[in-house]
Structure formats: C-alpha cells, structure tokens
Nanobody, 125 residues
Framework: QVQLVESGGGLVEAGGSLRLSCAASGLTSIHYTMGWFRQAPGKEREFVAAVSRSGGITTYVDSVKGRFTISGDNAKNTMYLQMINLKPEDTAVYSC??????????????????WGQGTQVTVSS
C-alpha cells in the first residue's frame, strides 16, 4: 500500500520561502515518478513540478521556474519542493503525487495513481 504524507505548508509573506516535504512509503519500482500539483480556490488543479527517481529528471511549470526546486532523497523516499520568492498567486493547496513507474507525460494528473492529502500554502501580499 502506497502512502504519501505531505508537510511544510503555512502562511508566508510575499518574497518569503517555504519547503514542502512528501514522505512516500510502499513505492516498489526504482523508476517511480513523483510530482507536485496545486489547486487555488475556484481554479483547476495544475501541475507544478515533477522528478523521476531514475535519472533525476526534473520538470517545472513555467510560472515557477527559477523560484521552485524539486528534489528527492532516495534513501529517505522523500521528495521536497523548495519555494523561494513566493508570490500571492502561489497560494493554493499543494498535493504530492506518485506513480510506481516511469511517467512519460509528468504534467498530466491522470498518470499518477497515488496522492497525498494536500497542504495549504498561503502567501500574503
């Protein structure tokens, strides 16, 4: 059974930083893919970033490039999202997602079988 547990959300002023963590258990493939998605009030859930365990390939949505960094600690089966220079438009519920295989199209929610409960990130102006 795969479980994803997020932590690290909170309230921060514009320009501030936060680091989100996603601890995974039960992933059996060495080629698993993990990603972050977010959903702002009244908006569709959108892709933020993804990382593949094999190769460490990272992908970002354009709006966070240069500000967010996704990384993984394979020994701890934990994924991180370091966010700097946060903007009010980054306010959303951030959810961790995982696929127990290599995902070709990491931006599509449909390719992830497992989801965390979500953590709130609020950026005040």
């Amino acid at each position: 059974q795969v479980q994803l547990v997020e932590s690290g959300g909170g309230l921060v002023e514009a320009g501030g930083s936060l680091r989100l963590s996603c601890a995974a258990s039960g992933l059996t493939s060495i080629h698993y893919t993990m990603g972050w998605f977010r959903q702002a009030p009244g908006k569709e859930r959108e892709f933020v970033a993804a990382v593949s365990r094999s190769g460490g390939i990272t992908t970002y949505v354009d709006s966070v490039k240069g500000r967010f960094t996704i990384s993984g600690d394979n020994a701890k089966n934990t994924m991180y999202l370091q966010m700097i220079n946060l903007k009010p438009e980054d306010t959303a519920v951030y959810s961790c997602a995982a696929a127990n295989r290599r995902v070709a199209v990491v931006r599509s929610m449909m390719n992830y079988e497992y989801w965390g409960q979500g953590t709130q990130v609020t950026v005040s102006s």
